[in-house]
Every structure is written in C-alpha cells, then in structure tokens.
C-alpha cells in the first residue's frame, strides 16, 4: 500500500494548474512547428508564427497562454492499493485549484449556478473526474478547458445504421459550424459508445492523448486519419483565416453501446490543448 498524505495533492495541484495555463506542451508545439512547414495559407502561416511566439513569450514571461484560463477539469485515477489521508481528497483538489488559481493570477472564471451567474472568485468548484484502477500510483490531470472550445461541442445518439459515416459526417459537420468560435488548429476529441454522457466524458479525455500518438486500434488509428483530413479539407484554417490546418489532431476513444444506439460526442479543444500530468508515489506502509 502507498499512503499520500492530502496536503501533497493541494500543493501539486497548485502548480499544475500554473503549468497547464503558462507552457505549451511540448507535443503541441511540434504539432504547430509541423503545421507550419505544410501551411499554404499566407494568413495561416503567420496565425501559426504568433501562436508559436505566444508560446514563447508566455513560458518566459510566467504568463497565461491564454486570458481564458479556463474551468479546471480534473481527472484523478487512484490505485486500489492507494491510502490517502489528512483529509479529504476532493477538498484537497479544490484547494489546490484555488491557490494555484491565486498565486499565479488566473483569471477566475467559475460562477456557483449557471442562471444566477455570481463567480466565486476561486474559479473552484473544479470539474472532478474520479475513476479506480489497479496498482499503488494516484495519477492526477489538470486540464483547464475555455470556453470558446467547450461551447463548441455536441453529442448526439446516432442509428447503429447510420454507422462509420455517420460518425464521419457528424464530426466534420461540428467542425464546420464551429468555425473559428472555437480557435483553431484544433484538437477533436470523439467519444464512441457508451450512453449519452459516457460518449461526453470520453470525448473530454479523448483530448488527453499526446498529440502524434496514434490511437492503439489499427481501425480506429485509420479513422482518426480519415476525420483529420475531411477536417482539413474545410478550410477554416489557423483562427478561422483560412489555410489547409484547421485541427492538428483528430482523437477517437470508445466504449461498449446498446444494440440501438450509436453515441457520438465531439469535444473540441483549442490549439493550446492545455493540460499536464502527475503521478504520485506515497510512503509505503
């Protein structure tokens, strides 16, 4: 067994948030260099040469990427062999969004009801995604999702008939309407399978993967390929100016369905793709 103590999880929760809002991931940033050697688009090319600066500007700086810093989508796997103590473990998060959110001047977004609109200034509570696994790790994502990406996504429960080209066409279709609502080059998250909101949470952490990391299905893989080009082939381009790049990866995770149904929830995510990692190993007891 692996004991975490909770005042842990608060302070590397904190930091993450930091991180996930003021660096570029890495892949993503290979992900735009490559976008810009394939970029015909005179506009679109210079979209990606400020994205990139942006990136830049923003890790040296130690300021936000974005002034959207976004709603903090917390994904936690903990290991049945895992003991936390010193509290609760969902306060402890909330607490570390919070303080990261403070320290290091995110704009706080969260607002305690959605119709009487009064932010809480904490820009908690966090978006909390619990799941058990096996072994003795706790691994912890943050990954703060804005607004005008997560406004843009949609599910809908298709005929088991309407098969892979249903898929196909709902998916570029919501691209399509979308536009440069949700600031492209994009990352298309597709969640398969499931129910109405098993499809919605798969598609979240479809957008988890790193980016050049094909999907471990040889079919899947290819019908990622397939997407991404028809997605590409819009021409909405880099922040809606036009060009060949409007998303940089399409992402695809599914689960079982009933024999009559076929959800599909698309969640698009901005070129950013913000989100970073921690694995935790406790004391052993």
């Not at 050697?37 to 005179?42: D, G, K, L, V």
Request: aromatic content about 4%; charged content about 25%; glycine content about 10%.
């Amino acid at each position: 067994m692996q004991i975490i103590m909770v005042e842990d999880i608060t302070r590397n929760v904190a930091r993450m948030c930091c991180e996930a809002n003021m660096h570029l991931g890495q892949d993503v940033k290979v992900a735009l260099e490559r976008a810009l050697t394939i970029e015909e688009s005179p506009a679109g090319r210079e979209v990606l040469k400020e994205l990139l600066e942006n990136a830049e500007i923003a890790d040296k700086e130690r300021i936000p990427l974005c002034q959207d810093t976004g709603v903090a989508v917390v994904f936690v796997e903990m290991g049945r062999e895992v003991i936390i103590e010193g509290g609760d473990p969902l306060e402890a998060i909330n607490q570390g969004v919070e303080k990261g959110y403070q320290e290091c001047y995110l704009r706080k977004s969260m607002v305690g009801d959605p119709l009487k609109r009064i932010n809480t200034g904490t820009n908690t509570p966090a978006v909390i995604h619990w799941e058990m696994v096996p072994g003795d790790k706790l691994k912890i994502t943050v990954a703060p999702k804005g607004g005008g990406s997560e406004n843009m996504s949609t599910l809908k429960v298709l005929k088991p008939a309407q098969g892979e080209k249903g898929v196909i066409d709902f998916v570029v279709e919501t691209v399509r309407e979308a536009g440069a609502n949700p600031c492209p080059p994009l990352v298309v998250g597709v969640g398969l399978g499931g129910t109405f909101e098993k499809a919605a949470l798969l598609a979240k952490k479809a957008l988890l993967r790193p980016l050049g990391q094909a999907h471990s299905d040889s079919y899947y893989a290819r019908l990622e390929e397939v997407i991404l080009e028809k997605v590409n082939s819009l021409g909405i381009g880099p922040q809606g100016f036009g060009g060949r790049i409007t998303a940089l990866a399409v992402h695809i995770e599914y689960f079982a369905a009933h024999i009559a149904s076929l959800p599909v929830a698309v969640n698009l995510n901005c070129h950013a793709s913000r989100h970073v990692e921690r694995v935790f190993q406790g004391v052993k007891k």
